[in-house]
């Protein structure tokens, strides 16, 4: 009894199995009928907000569609589910459109959009819609920049390109003209040496002699010039006429050619390839016969040895595992089969001689003569290639199918190889229905055989990398993409052989010479056929790397900074309290109050000057277990003591998440840190308001002061805000400075909640 469409569906029910977490991109199936979401990976809810219970608890799809394109959607779904067809369902074309949010936000999405149907065990029915999604709203917006910096360079460089255009074509030209001088002139040399090319006059006497003619015929030039080429030929030849007959063809057929016996100096025969051509004037006249001659006694021996071994061979081809069949060219009939493919037939040895080779293929008669004819003419080995045959109980069977002419019995008779690639065409269907979920992806996946090439690549492949799949398929993957490994290969290997995975950083190199960062999987299976694949699956984190190397220089930047405070402030306070205290030592005490008021001061400064540098050195030692809460307060405590002439405010949002990952707490920490610290060297303000707060799905923080303020749009950067962008970016947040003459210097952060890994309030 079928299922209805309303039951629980599970990613196996669709045939997708594991490869339903394992995909990183959105991935969604939907009911036709109903745009109930039945389907809903971890990434749907990364990207969407709603949770899987959400999702799966009667959410509908059209809940993702902006208001504006419900009406289109309402109408694709319901033909989709009416006909079982679309535009876009069945192009399978990539579709980048807007989408909304759980909070109403709206985003921008690639998608594509493909039919999938339970399986048959399953017993479920109905239509359902596969979608696989990934946000590229920041890519959108990127593009963007990156399309009107690109105008203005095509702008710039537009002017040079038309010089040189013209010179180029010139160049390309020249070149392509000497190239092809080159290669008439290298075939030109190579051709030379194993040919014999000489002139015949109308007679047949040697008018011209080369030194191919000198190697292979044994006879120096001054020998031979003038000589009747009859000499060339055993007698029998001779005294036939053979070699008259031969210039009498070419001169009324224009050519002549054939391979026979022919005779050198020293009287030994060698087998020769010949051909004469007939050389006439303008007004068609004969002037000669140009002769070409190339010794063919190795072939010739070759081909009689290959047909002196058949005997040699039978034993091999009874123990093969593989079918192997003589038949005879003119009538199809089986001569001989071994036992394994009568085994794999079912017929014995006399019930195959009375069959034809067109019982075993019925369906197509006219395909068995066409690659006889193929075989026959080309006279060596034919791969026909895969064929379904048919058994002796009319049950079918796929194989792959090679043969070529050989000598049976002082005749020409076709041998056959047949091997059964049943099980193998059930593996390679298998994998051909994995292939189309894995090519679906945007990530870069690819599969490659143990000791062997690519086998399978996918669309997100052909995207980072740049080789196209007909490209790539074959190719060793390490040679192909100049992979640089984190440890010897063998050791990679040997991980897959011991755990059947291994999970690292490599290094790739794109079809431009980009160089590219990857997260790589490396998964080890086995298919059906005992082939060894290695499913790997790669992630660009080319950027994220970079953002890193970043923030090392920030940091350093930073120390650097702290050391030169120290130098110039620091320092310089206590050194000039040393000689201060140096002078008190010598005058009276009621001269020196005045001093030591003042040395008193420099020492308090340096103080909370050092106070400050300890707690810059020390954000990195921080205690894990502080809260980012506790550590803003215990910052904002810091200032107050370091100038006591500061009122300085903390405001935190109750629905503020109280703990931060430690990573991403300590960038928005340094941020606010180095803002406080900016605000007291340079602002000359009397009260500064730290704000810690939310706005939507954003965490804010933000720091302000009533100081002398400034114009940030022609203030060139400086280490503190280079460190503040740099920290804004690697959290995905924007920084935002505000200030104007007189009116005090506003500093915010905004970022994204989920960014920061906030959960919620408390």
Known sequence: MARPESSI???????????????????????????????????AAEVFGYSPEEALDGLDVEALVPERLKERHRAGLSRYHDTGHGPYVDSRAMLDLPAVRKGGEEIWVELTLSPIEPLPETGTEGRFVLAVVRDVTERRRVEEEVRKLNEELEGRVAERTARLESVLAELKERESVLRESEER???????????????????????????????????????????????????????????????????????????????????????????????????????????????????KRAEEALRQSEERHRAVVEQAHEGIFLFAPETKRILEANPAF??????????????????????????????????????????????????????????????????????????????????????????????????LSHEPIFAWELGGGIVYWNRGSEELYG???????????????????????????????????????????????????????????ETSDGRRLVLETNRDVTERKRSEEAMAEVREAERRRIARDMHDGVLQDISHALAEAQVLRMIPEEQGRERLDLLIEALRRSARELRGAVYDLRQEEDAPGRSFVRSVESLVELNRQMNQGWEVELTVDPRFPEGLPEREGKELLRVVQEALSNARKHSGAEHVRVALRTEGDDVVAEVEDDGRGFDPGPTRAGVGLRSMDERAATLGGKLEVEGEPGKGTRVRLRTPLKNVGGGGAG
């Open 342 to 439: 009568q085994r794999m037939f079912g017929y014995d040895e006399e019930e195959l001689r009375e069959t034809t080779l067109y019982e075993l293929v019925p369906q197509d008669p006219e395909g068995v003569d066409r690659n006889v004819e193929r075989a026959l003419l080309g006279q060596g080995h034919l791969l026909v290639g895969e064929r379904v045959y048919r058994r002796k109980d009319g049950s079918s069977i796929d194989v792959e199918v090679s043969g070529g002419v050989i000598s049976y019995g002082g005749e020409e008779v076709i041998c056959s190889v047949v091997r059964d690639v049943t099980e193998r065409k059930r593996a390679e269907e298998a994998l051909r229905r994995q292939a189309e979920l894995l090519d």
């Open 467 to 525: 080789f196209s799949r007909e490209e790539a398929v074959g190719s060793d993957n390490h040679r192909l993409l100049r992979t640089v490994h984190p440890m010897p290969r063998e050791h990679i290997e040997a991980a897959l052989e011991r755990e059947g995975r291994w999970d690292g950083e490599l290094v790739h190199t794109t079809k431009d010479r980009r160089r590219v960062v990857t997260e790589s999987r490396h998964m080890l299976v």
């Open 9 to 43: 569906m599970r990613p196996q029910d669709l045939g997708i199995g594991r490869l339903f977490e394992t995909v990183r991109d959105a991935v969604i199936v939907a009911e036709a009928s109903t745009g109930r979401i039945v389907l809903w990976n971890r990434a």
């Open 185 to 299: 002139f290298r075939l030109l040399v190579q051709g030379v040496r194993d040919y014999a090319i000489f002139m015949l006059d109308p007679e047949g006497r040697v008018a011209s002699w080369n030194e191919g003619a000198r190697r292979i015929k044994g006879y120096e030039v001054e020998e031979i010039l003038g000589r009747h080429f009859s000499v060339f030929y055993p007698d029998g030849e001779v005294e036939r006429g053979h070699p008259e007959e031969e210039l009498r063809i070419a001169a009324e057929e224009g050519a002549y050619e054939e391979e026979g016996l022919r005779v050198r100096k020293d009287g030994s025969r060698f087998w020769a390839s010949v051909l004469i051509t007939a050389l006439q004037d303008g007004k068609g006249n004969l002037r000669g016969f140009a002769k070409v001659t190339r010794d063919v006694t190795e072939r």
